[in-house]
């Protein structure tokens, strides 16, 4: 290892011509790297809303980390030439989990062959000792590429692992031949500290003349160079969690009732992931559903002038380090309800003492019965009371939600006859009817009124015939009865009117 070090001490005071420090520029190279401090162009677009957010080459160094490009040597070298290095890699941080599947990196080969072999391998980061650690994963993939260009893209290698692997630490990704060729990677400027600090990278020494030496080695802690080598990892990772709704019901006409409450997932706050993390919150949005919105909250409230349901969208913006793909916008909606005013009615049956009633009421969640007499009454839907006296009620109804309530009251009258569930000695026909019903079977003088479903008598009429027909043109659509009394015998048939 002393001679190995040494090396790098020479190479990176240039000491020595033949010496080949990381990031210095490539003997013999037609065009110095030295004239090519610019940035590259990388052929950025815009990311459109209905665009997906999955797997995507994550170019943190060469979009966040590089004001010029430099290029060096990939290869093992030999006795001679014992200043080659074999291997690259780049270290990422994870602040949520992160599927890795595959990596990119920039090159291209100055050989007579067609194409030059690199294993790109996922490690994890060993924080004790600043290097790889265990290999989680590898694959094989060449390079064609015979020229350099400013274009990066132009000149992509794409490697992809068999299957993801999920991390939750760091990791590393990692690169490296096993041959002595002229094949060139592309790094940032290690001259203009294009590294900021951060001690990402790390070089693989593979020389078999000099195997003692062998292992990889961190670039800014042991040789002073602070830059990366422009490796993206091909990355997939959860956008966002679901915003919370405080309360789902609220009134209308109440201050800031409306109330949401989001969580960014990590990733939003890791400059490695995020160009605009320092801002996360400068790109949310809020859309209330009524016409209204808000920006740049993580926590917002809203009052809403009207009752209804509305929809609260949620829209958030991720900036990733991706050439064509940058903006990943999240949509999430969600459903708040401004509760209405309750509308009280109800409708009933009256047999005699028993009178059945029924809730037809809109917009509550609770109710009560006052039935108008010295019992206690009910909260039940559909409840049936019984009378203990002849006489007049007035029922009242109350209905309530969480904001209002109102109520109602129809009066009932009670006998001491009411309808019976006697099975009818007459006949109804048709029933559905239309516009005319026919009662036959009556006998002797009747009396036959027709009554809607509020008990209301809406036709009487008095027969000694054994066959009425009635004209129901006139009355609407619904539910109605027919009361046939006969000296002292009363039936109720229900009828259907259908025009």
């Given amino acids: ?59 943190y160094v060469g979009l966040a980390k590089t004001s010029s490009v430099l290029q060096e040597y990939m290869r093992t070298g030999d006795v001679i030439n014992d200043f080659y290095y074999a291997g690259r890699a780049q270290r990422f941080s994870v602040t949520q989990p992160v599927e890795v599947g595959g990596v990119e990196f920039y090159a291209y080969h100055e050989t007579a062959f067609d194409s030059v072999m690199v294993i790109t391998t996922l490690h994890a980061y060993t924080s004790s000792n600043d290097s790889l650690g265990p290999e989680l994963a590898r694959d094989t993939c060449y390079v064609t590429h015979t020229a350099f260009t400013l274009v990066l893209p132009n000149i992509a290698v794409q490697s992809y692992f068999d299957t993801p692997v999920t991390m939750t630490d760091d990791f590393v990704i ?14 940032n400027d290690w001259n ?8 990402n990278s790390f070089a693989l020494y593979l020389n078999p003349a000099y195997s003692t030496d062998d292992g990889w080695y961190s670039a800014q802690g042991y040789f002073g160079a602070d830059y990366d080598y422009l490796m993206s990892p091909y990355v997939n990772y959860d956008l966002y969690t679901p915003f919370t709704v405080l309360e789902d019901s609220i009134c209308p006409d109440v201050v800031n009732a409306g109330c949401v409450d989001y969580i960014q997932l990590p990733h939003y706050t890791n400059h490695m992931y995020n160009s605009q993390y320092a801002s996360s919150s400068t790109h949310i949005r809020w859309l209330w559903g009524d016409g209204y919105q808000n920006v740049d909250l993580l926590n917002a409230c809203h009052t809403y002038a009207n009752p209804g349901t509305f929809d609260i969208t949620l829209q958030d913006t991720l900036f990733r380090y991706d050439f064509n793909s940058p903006h990943c916008i999240v949509v999430v909606t969600q459903p708040i309800v401004a509760l209405d005013v309750p509308v009280p009615t109800f409708t009933f049956i009256q047999d005699g003492l028993t009178v059945d009633f029924t809730n037809t009421s809109a917009n509550y969640d609770s109710l009560w019965w006052d039935y108008g007499d010295v019992s206690t009454g009910s909260d039940l839907e559909t409840p049936s009371h019984s009378y203990t006296s002849v006489g007049v009620f007035d029922v009242w109804l109350h209905v309530f939600n969480a904001c209002y309530e109102d109520s109602t009251m129809l009066q009932v009258t009670t006998d001491d006859v009411g309808i019976k ?30 009554m809607n479903i509020l008990g209301e008598r809406i036709l009487y009429l008095r027969t000694s015939d054994s066959k009425e027909m009635l004209n129901l043109s006139e009355f609407a659509t619904g539910t109605y009865f027919i009361k046939i009394t006969h000296n002292d015998d009363q039936t109720t048939q229900k009828l259907i009117i259908r025009h």
């Fill in 192 to 199: 203009a500290n294009d590294g900021n600090g951060e001690s």
């Fill in 1 to 59: 290892m002393n001679k190995f070090f040494t090396l790098f001490l020479s190479a990176f005071s240039f000491a020595g011509v033949f010496a080949q420090p990381i990031g210095a520029p490539i003997p013999g190279q037609n065009t110095p790297l030295e004239n090519h401090k610019t940035q590259p162009e990388w052929g950025y677009t815009t990311k459109s809303a209905g665009d997906s957010c999955g797997f995507y080459f994550n170019n």
């Fill in 421 to 450: 569930n006697n099975e009818p000695h007459f006949e109804i026909y048709p029933n559905p009817a239309n516009n005319y019903v026919t009662i036959s079977g009556l006998t002797g003088e009747s009396q036959i009124e027709l």
């Fill in 174 to 187: 990692a690169m490296h031949s096993t041959e002595d060729l002229d094949l060139v990677i592309i790094t």
